[in-house]
Antibody
Framework: QVQLVQSGAEMKKPGASVKISCKAS????????VHWVRQAPGQRLEWLGW????????KYSEIVRGRFSITRDTSASTVYMELSSLRNEDTAVYYC??????WGQGTLVTVSS | DIQMTQSPSSLPASIGDRVTITCRAS??????LAWYQQKPGKAPKLLLY???RLESGVPTRFGGSGSGTDYTLTIGSLQPEDFATYYC?????????FGQGTKVEIK
């Protein structure tokens, strides 16, 4: 069955970077895109970007553009997101999703001095 | 970007009530609309997609309807486990955009 398993919680200081992994199983990574979504405490969900895991093309939201990147390792069937220059307001649960049906379990990123 | 306006933001209700939540898109999204349920500390759980297709394992008291720009989630008879926050999501185009959420709470 399709599964997306994310790496564990992270605690970072402002200005640092965080990299989260999303390992896909149950399907061939290159046949579907992978999206990244986040949810800050008490806030609505917001889409951050996606990667065409076949072509390696990416598209990013304006809200994180310039600080955000998505990469993939097809041999490991894994997609990564990296967010740099972290701010307190980047504290959120980050989710990867293949599509609306298949999401990872979420990764809590806490940014605090 | 497509804006999603969800209403109401809060919905006091009682067990057994019929509950309706709406989402309006800023442009036609051609039924590319999903509904999620979220409980505190948990990941969103998919209820319906393509506006009205029930995800496997979701109780049939959940129903979706709509077309074009206007969509509705209906809970036929509210159960205790249904008290949660509900979100709509349009995936017609990127960026995906979500409604602001509807908290269904005990009246």
């Amino acid at each position: 069955q399709v599964q997306l398993v994310q790496s564990g919680a992270e605690m970072k200081k402002p200005g640092a970077s965080v990299k989260i992994s999303c390992k896909a199983s149950g399907y061939i990574l290159t046949t579907y895109p992978v999206h990244w979504v986040r949810q800050a405490p008490g806030q609505r969900l917001e889409w951050l970007g996606w990667i065409n895991a076949g072509s390696d093309n990416t598209k990013y939201s304006e809200i994180v553009r310039g600080r955000f990147s998505i990469t993939r390792d097809t041999s490991a069937s894994t997609v990564y997101m990296e967010l740099s220059s972290l701010r307190n307001e980047d504290t959120a649960v980050y989710y990867c999703a293949r599509d609306v049906r298949y999401w990872g379990q979420g990764t809590l990123v806490t940014v605090s001095s | 970007d497509i804006q999603m306006t969800q209403s109401p933001s809060s919905l006091p209700a009682s067990i057994g009530d019929r509950v309706t939540i709406t989402c309006r898109a800023s442009q036609d999204i051609s039924n590319s609309l999903a509904w999620y349920q979220q409980k505190p500390g948990k990941a969103p759980k998919l209820l319906l997609y393509v506006a009205s297709r029930l995800e496997s394992g979701v109780p049939t008291r959940f129903g979706g309807s709509g077309s074009g720009t206007d969509y509705t989630l209906t809970i036929g008879s509210l159960q205790p486990e249904d008290f949660a926050t509900y979100y709509c999501l349009q995936y017609y185009t990127t960026p995906w955009t979500f409604g602001q959420g509807t908290k269904v709470e005990i009246k």
